[in-house]
């Protein structure tokens, strides 16, 4: 990543609406967003980790997400902070903090162009 934006202000003036829609999760009423169709956004959040309530483990679901090999699945868990003997716990037994690493390395496996921090 070569470069880092913030998104600044005071309550109320729009910071969080623009997030969204340049994310798509809102559509505008007035005017129009236009963004090159090939850029990838990825967002993550406070709960971002809330969907990982899965019988497999950390490790699985990476590998089975992004035919990754065991230890590559390992080594990007450890990137994001994910002590080791979490790779191998359910994941719907994780705290919400090893949920969301998880999430976290997820998202950068899908490799965003743009990175968006809520």
């Known amino acids: 990543m070569s470069s880092r934006v913030a998104i600044v202000g005071p ?40 969907h990982l309530t899965a019988e497999e483990t950390p490790s699985e679901y990476l590998m089975r997400l992004f035919d990754l090999p065991y230890e590559k699945a390992r080594k990007q868990l450890g990137t994001f902070g994910l002590a080791g003997h979490a790779h191998t716990i359910k994941m719907k037994d994780l705290s919400g903090g090893q949920k969301a690493r998880v999430a976290l390395a997820e998202l950068c496996l899908n490799a965003p162009d743009v990175l968006i921090l809520v």
Request: aromatic share 4%; net charge positive; proline share 2%.
């Open 11 to 50: 309550n109320g003036v729009g910071k969080s609406t623009f997030l969204k829609l340049l994310t798509g999760d809102l559509t505008p009423q007035k005017g129009e967003v236009k963004k090159n169709h090939r850029l990838r956004i990825g967002r993550f959040d406070q709960h971002s980790g809330e």
